[in-house]
């Protein structure tokens, strides 16, 4: 029996029949809608690839960074360019290409650092600081590409990484809560090619000082530009053969110029945009097993991840990755603890308690409980739905939390925060300033969390529409 191309979506609704097959003049509306939907998977399968390839492009473009230098991103603004950063620990980064430097030295000093290497699929290759073998001590790395050895002179007391590919990020947080300790720590930070050891250069700490800059991944025909550009020489897994086949059949090859003709390139631009669409669905209305953390509440593991290898029981995982990395950027195995007292724990909250989407015109409160169950300090930061990032407000302020040394505290422990456009009638100290006409998110983060979390028996409030 020939097939009926009625009841069929979009395009292929319109697709002519000769019969049991589709008539040649239908063909090419056929191979579009085909090419249209490789383009949205390749989309969400590339998003944590894109995210930091256009991140280290900003680095070199707009701060001038190098393979050998630290960007440290200090001040509000600082941050305002990465995808849901922390707004109260300084970051300290690098984006490295093995293929430039070779063999590079990581002389990492003893301290309380949080920090590691990963790959630009975005996975943990190896933590460092108080997380990683030298647990705090410090100590030289060595990090090797793929197919790459250890050179024959190596001394004994150094610790070797083979990445798993040829771009890393290299990436630290102070802990230390003293800024002037924060500051020697940095500061004695080296990183060189240890082609260089004998005389190595220092290592140049740079920041964005003002310059505006993004991380979030482009939109359009830029994005398809921008994984091309990384593709050339970044490696790419046995298990993603299938999406190498996608990204040949819209015109992204290793060794080949990316030149879309007219309709590759409307299909790309429609392709990123579903693409986008889906992501957004994917992550703001996630639909994966976990549910809600408290089943009376609408906070959500913001990490879905199960390891940093990105791999189920039976399945890799796809959805997961996309959700999280077109939210976030990194993961490390500390990010998703299951030991009290160490590492964080990330829960969002896309919602208000009435299931509605967090709207920046409107005012809302959020009650945090006595007694908040984290080791080290707590947080709750506003991100603008659009970027991911932190909210761009007049404030320049996007979170709350222990730190905050301002915060009123009810007499009995609990915190009452505030969102919205305008001040509360109690003040500035507990509150954040949304944007009218722009919707927006929350993470809480636990830092150290502890045994009540872990149990559920300590519960957040949700962040509810105020009367």
């Not at 110029?257 to 693409?275: H, N, S």
């Not at 879905?304 to 950027?329: H, K, T």
């Not at 009995?412 to 009218?436: H, K, M, R, Y």
Request: glycine share 8%; charged share 25%.
């Amino acid at each position: 029996m020939g097939m009926d191309a009625q009841g069929l979506p979009g395009e292929l609704a319109g697709v002519v029949m000769d019969g049991e097959l589709p008539a040649r003049s239908s063909l090419p509306v056929i191979f579009d809608e085909l090419d249209y939907q490789l383009a949205c998977q390749a989309y969400l399968w590339a998003l944590p690839l894109v995210s930091f390839a256009e991140w280290q492009n900003q680095n070199r473009e707009v701060l001038g960074a190098t393979s050998s230098d630290l960007v440290r991103y200090v001040t509000y603004r600082d941050r305002l360019g990465i995808i849901t950063a922390n707004a109260t620990t300084p970051y300290i980064l690098s984006f490295v290409d093995l293929s430039e430097t070779g063999p590079l030295v990581v002389d990492l000093p003893p301290g309380p650092t949080a920090g590691g290497v990963s790959d630009f699929w975005q996975r943990e290759i190896a933590a460092m600081g108080e997380l990683g073998p030298d647990h705090g001590e410090g100590g030289r790395y060595l990090i090797l590409a793929p197919g790459m050895d250890a050179p024959s002179d190596l001394p004994d007391d150094y610790r070797v990484l083979t990445a798993t590919g040829v771009n890393i990020l290299l990436g630290f947080r102070t802990l230390d809560p003293d800024p002037v300790r924060a500051e020697a720590l940095v500061a004695a930070l080296r990183v060189f090619p240890y082609s260089q050891r004998d005389a190595p250069p220092p290592t140049r700490l740079l920041s964005p000082e003002g310059r505006a800059w993004s991380g979030v991944q482009p939109r359009g025909l830029a994005y398809w530009k921008r994984l091309h550009a990384i593709y050339q020489d970044e490696i790419v897994d046995e298990r993603d053969r299938f999406y190498l086949a996608m990204l040949k059949q819209l015109g992204i090859e290793k060794g080949k110029p990316f030149e879309p003709d007219e309709r590759l390139t409307r299909i790309l631009e429609q392709g990123a945009a579903a693409g986008e669409l889906m992501a957004q669905a994917n992550t703001f209305a996630k639909r994966f097993d976990q549910g809600t953390y408290w089943p009376d509440r609408v906070w959500e593991l913001a990490i879905v991840l199960d390891n940093s290898a990105q791999r189920g029981d039976d399945y890799d995982e796809l959805l997961e990755r996309a959700s999280w990395f077109y939210e976030a950027v990194t993961f490390s195995e500390a990010m998703k603890s299951r030991t009290p007292g160490a590492g964080q724990a990330y829960l969002g909250s896309y919602t208000d308690s009435d299931g509605d989407w967090l709207d920046g015109g409107r005012n809302y409160t959020l009650h945090v409980p006595a007694d908040v169950p984290a080791k080290l300090f707590w947080s709750a930061t506003v991100y603008d739905a659009a970027s991911r990032c932190l909210i761009d407000n007049e404030q320049q302020r996007g979170d709350r939390g222990s730190r905050d040394t301002d915060v009123v505290v009810n007499d009995d422990g609990s915190v009452d925060l505030f969102f919205g456009p305008e001040a509360p009638e109690a003040g500035e100290s507990n509150w954040v300033q949304t944007i009218p006409g722009a919707h927006w998110f929350s993470y809480f983060r636990f830092y150290g969390p502890l045994e009540p979390y872990f149990d559920r028996s300590w519960k957040l409030g949700d962040i509810t529409k105020a009367a």
